[in-house]
């Protein structure tokens, strides 16, 4: 691989652990899985490195359930400014809702005039960056489109699967846990590598897996460099940063699977705010 990327799984708000990862791999590509906000105590920081590293192109974003909550409210709010109907207007202030009873209520800690007439612009400049589903190749290329070589797979929750409540693939692959599968993989795609569904340790079930820590309560953040070179048997190499947090709310998390080699990294000193 002429670069490395590294797999960044659910941030929510944890800019402290995003400060330490680049300071560890310097030398990586960063594909973040989304979810970068809510729940924790930095979300519009998180955010702003992210935007710094994409800009730097050192940085893939992907969405996650909580952007795409997010981006309800504004969404519709801003046609409603262009319609001055009252209907797009509830339908944006339904959407806002949702994403603050969802956790965007934090973010709110963090902005106290946060609404939809007052929107942070960097979480709008945000939002347009976002995709859903790419496939990195064995060169460090990170592609939109299924590649005629070898990959693996990368997005937010699960593979895209038509399923009865998401009938569009690529919504459902912001929302399906495990256990909503199968997922099936394409022709070429060695495995897939998903946040969303908080664990342990990192676990494998099938050739999927599941990476997401609940850095933002645990302080546990799952580095994951990808080998797009053969199964997920052979790789990929897992190291788990571990700050400020409370690991023993891991005992909550799903256990499925079989779970994965990681090594852990402890973090004395993050300077971390509150």
């Known amino acids: 691989m002429t670069r490395p990327v590294v797999v960044l799984p659910d941030l929510h708000g ?37 935007m710094d590293l994409h800009a730097q ?82 060169d460090g290329g990170i592609h939109d489109e299924l590649p005629a070589a070898p990959s693996v797979m990368v997005a937010h929750a699960s593979p895209p699967v038509a399923h009865r409540q998401y009938p569009n693939p690529l919504s459902a692959a912001l929302w399906l846990r495990p256990f909503e599968g199968p997922f099936p993989l394409p022709d070429g795609v060695l495995y897939s590598v998903h946040g969303h569904t908080p664990v342990p340790m990192p676990q494998k079930l099938g050739r999927h897996l599941y990476v997401d820590l609940g850095a933002y309560e645990t302080g546990h953040l799952a580095l994951v460099d990808l080998n797009p070179h053969g199964s997920l048997e052979a790789g990929p190499k897992i190291l788990v940063l571990e700050g400020r947090g409370r690991p023993e709310m891991r005992g909550k998390y799903s256990r499925f699977g079989e779970p994965v080699p990681a090594q852990l990294t402890r973090l004395e000193r993050l300077g971390q705010r509150s």
């Open 14 to 50: 944890r800019a402290d652990l995003l400060e330490a990862a680049i300071l560890h791999r310097p030398d990586a590509h960063f594909l973040c899985l989304g979810d970068a906000i809510d729940r924790g105590p930095r979300s519009l920081d998180a955010v702003r490195i992210l």
């Open 57 to 138: 192109g050192r940085a893939t974003l992907l969405m996650g359930n909580h952007e795409r909550m997010m981006q309800e409210g504004v969404k519709h709010y801003r046609t409603y400014l262009a319609s001055h109907d009252m209907g797009d207007y509830r339908r944006a202030m339904e959407g806002f809702q949702w994403w603050m009873r969802a956790g965007g209520e934090t973010v709110r800690r963090e902005m106290p005039a946060l609404t939809l007439e007052q929107f942070p612009p960097v979480l709008e400049d945000y939002l347009p960056l976002l995709r859903r589903v790419v496939y990195v190749t064995a």
